[in-house]
């Protein structure tokens, strides 16, 4: 292989392994190669895993309501407005949201409405819930306990999530300050990847505060509880 042949095949191999090429002029000003430069410094990886878990307590449950009515066009107009005020007495403080709201006109002329609202409630006042609805019923209109469901809400899951991850976070400066000591190096964080679905449920609590049901839930305020486990592919490093 000739000079040029030569230099063209080590050009190609530095760009493949992802490096750069440096050059120098001869003495008649044809370029000579040098060196070959790479971009990312050669490191020293620790690859491992990491994982924290926490119990979520909640002493509230998500309470889902019915409605069915069939209403003329009058009593259309405070349909809405009477709904909220049922809603409303079936637990003090509760904030509830409309979820389903939906309307057809039937063969009579009446309109058919069906809505759905939810809200959280405390265990402690789940007692007699579900006979407390149906006493809202009436002539033309019927209110119902769909579900009752036990467990920590969504945002008592996000505040755990975030507990763990500084959980995790710590765990890795400590493995950062041990592997500094022991071999004298700078390591850093160089990738970590979350496990995206990090919640492993505890069917047997959840199942029998279920099984006891509304009615039953009585005698004060019983935390359901929920495990949490963040896991997390932490790779560490230091430039060689």
């Not at 040029?4 to 190609?12: D, H, M, N, S």
């Not at 924290?52 to 309501?65: K, L, Y």
């Not at 066009?73 to 809405?80: E, I, R, V």
């Not at 409303?88 to 949201?97: G, R, T």
Request: aromatic share 6%; net charge neutral.
């Amino acid at each position: 292989m000739n000079k040029k042949g030569l230099l063209l095949t080590l050009c190609l191999a530095a760009l493949l392994v992802g490096g750069s090429v440096v050059w120098a002029n001869e003495d008649n000003g044809k370029p000579k190669l040098v060196q070959l430069v790479s971009e990312y410094p050669s490191l020293n990886q620790v690859n491992y895993a990491v994982s924290a878990e926490q119990w979520v307590s909640s002493d509230t449950a998500r309470v889902i309501v019915g409605v069915n009515a069939n209403l003329n066009n009058a009593a259309l107009d405070h349909f809405q407005e009477k709904m909220n005020q049922n809603l409303a007495s079936l637990a003090k403080d509760a904030s509830w949201h409309l979820t389903q709201f939906d309307r057809n006109e039937d063969s009579s002329g009446l309109e058919q409405v069906t809505a759905q609202a939810e809200a959280r409630i405390p265990n402690a006042k789940l007692a007699g819930l579900r006979v407390k609805a149906e006493s809202l019923s009436q002539p033309g209109s019927k209110y119902r306990i769909i579900d009752i469901q036990y467990g920590p809400s969504d945002e008592d899951l996000q505040t755990a999530k975030q507990a763990l991850r500084a959980q995790v976070y710590s765990s890795i400066a400590r493995e950062i300050k041990t592997l500094n000591k022991l071999y004298s190096g700078q390591f850093f964080i160089h990738e970590i990847h979350f496990d995206p679905a990090p919640i492993a449920p505890t069917p047997t609590a959840y199942m029998m505060a279920r099984a006891a049901g509304p009615a039953e839930s009585s005698g004060g305020s019983v935390p359901v509880n929920q495990k949490l486990v963040l896991e997390a592919q932490v790779l560490l490093a230091s430039k060689v």
